[in-house]
């Protein structure tokens, strides 16, 4: 009886280690399933976060891109308007220099021959006094009476000024540079731009 006893103690000690292994392996099977499941979530939570982060670089280079394009496309008009600038002051400071007691009595003689009208010719510049009492002594007898020579302010150069307000012409230094400077661009602009 006793070894029936031990038979059993036996049997039932080999059903319950068996019972736990099997216990066990389930266990660790389904722990090993979790595992893989995390382990496979958590890769392509880590590949999507890369692939997002390449996305997000590689906009963030095209945006660079843009502003560095911009930049520079802003830097060359501005050179360009500096560039025209300095050019139309030249221009304009060479034909200034150009307007000398010589050149205005040419131009207001030949414009007093066709004026029909009361027109006064304003001269202005630096020695605007000195050259406008020459003029008035050499077209005495040449200018149609009623016009006058006067001395203007705030530019160089003279303007021919109808009395009754009808017309007026601006052959300042800075309007003549203005007329002249669209024809002078392009060749300007072949020399610099191209």
Do not use: W
């Amino acid at each position: 009886m006793e070894q029936q006893i031990q038979d059993l103690v036996d049997s039932i000690r080999k059903e319950g280690i068996d019972e736990a292994n099997r216990e066990r392996d389930s266990i660790i099977s389904k722990a090993q399933k979790e595992a893989d499941r995390i382990i496979a979530e958590a890769r392509a939570n880590a590949s999507k976060m890369i692939e997002d982060a390449t996305k997000e670089c590689e906009l963030r280079n095209q945006s660079a891109r843009a502003s560095l394009s911009q930049a520079a496309r802003d830097v060359s008009l501005s050179l360009k308007a500096s560039i025209e600038k300095l050019l139309a002051g030249i221009l304009s400071a060479d034909i200034a220099a150009a307007m000398d007691e010589k050149l205005l009595s040419q131009l207001v003689l030949r414009a007093g021959e066709k004026c029909t009208g009361d027109v006064d010719f304003e001269i202005s510049g630096p020695d605007a006094q000195k050259i406008a009492a020459a003029l008035k002594s050499q077209l005495r007898d040449r200018l149609v009476s009623g016009s006058g020579i006067t001395v203007g302010d705030g530019y160089e150069g003279l303007h021919i000024v109808s009395k009754d307000g009808s017309g007026y012409i601006d052959l300042s230094a800075d309007q003549i540079a203005a007329v002249l400077r669209p024809h002078l661009s392009q060749a300007v602009k072949a020399e610099i731009f191209d």
